[in-house]
C-alpha cells in the first residue's frame, strides 16, 4: 500500500481552534481508516510547519480525497509527498530506460 507524507500548517481558524487539533488528528485517522488505509504517526513540529502525518492510503487518488476532505474544514493547509520504501524506489529504477 503507497505511504504519503503529509505536511500540514494551521491556518488562522485551525490556530484559534488549536485546544481541539487531538480531536482533529482522531478524526483525521478515522477517515483515512474508513478510506481503507492507516495512520503510522502524526507528528506536531516546530518550524516552517505545524506538523505531519505519515499514512498509508489504497491509492494515490484515496489519499488525495481524504485530504481534500480535511483542508475543506478549513483548519488546515497541506502539502502531500508520496513516499517509496527503498524496494519501491528500486523498482522505479528499474524502469529507467
Known sequence: MPTFISLFVWTEQGVHDVINTGKRAADF?????A???SVKNIYWTMGRYD????????NDATAAAVMMGGCSKGNVRTETLRAF????IEGVVDKIT
Open 29 to 33: 485517522r478515522s477517515r483515512i481508516q
Open 35 to 37: 478510506a481503507g488505509g
Open 51 to 58: 506538523g505531519g502525518i505519515v499514512f498509508d492510503a489504497p
Open 85 to 88: 520504501t527503498e524496494n519501491e
